[in-house]
Nanobody, 122 residues
Framework: QVQLVESGGGLVQAGGSLRLSCAAS????????MAWFRQAPGKEREFVAG?????RYVDSVKGRFTSSRDNAKNTVYLQMNSMKPEDTGVYYC??????????????????WGQGTQVTVSS
């Protein structure tokens, strides 16, 4: 069993930055494909970024968000810069124990964190 715990959410003004962390336990991070999703009120959960040995991003965050992983700390990060009000939502990290390619849909992911709220004010 894998446990994922996100941290780093909060309130930020438009144009500001936040860094989310997702600490994994129960399995080595190097054996997992990791991803970030977000969900705004009344909307479906949306893929934001995924990372294996490379990273993939949804178009709306390209050039602003960067995902990275520290296998020694069993932690993945999402650095969010130049934030916009439309980035507001609950951010979740997810792990796919069998993945070879990054899926942009939630279905293939086996483990999820509890989520952390990110609010961007205009």
């Amino acid at each position: 069993q894998v446990q994922l715990v996100e941290s780093g959410g909060g309130l930020v003004q438009a144009g500001g930055s936040l860094r989310l962390s997702c600490a994994a336990s129960g399995r080595a991070l190097s054996n997992l494909l990791m991803a970030w999703f977000r969900q705004a009120p009344g909307k479906e959960r949306e893929f934001v970024a995924g990372i294996t040995w490379s990273a993939r991003y949804v178009d709306s965050v390209k050039g602003r968000f960067t995902s990275s992983r520290d296998n020694a700390k069993n932690t993945v990060y999402l650095q969010m810069n130049s934030m916009k009000p439309e980035d507001t939502g609950v951010y979740y990290c997810a792990a796919d124990r069998w993945g070879r390619t990054i899926s942009t849909t939630p279905g293939p992911y086996d483990y999820w964190g509890q989520g952390t709220q990110v609010t961007v004010s205009s």
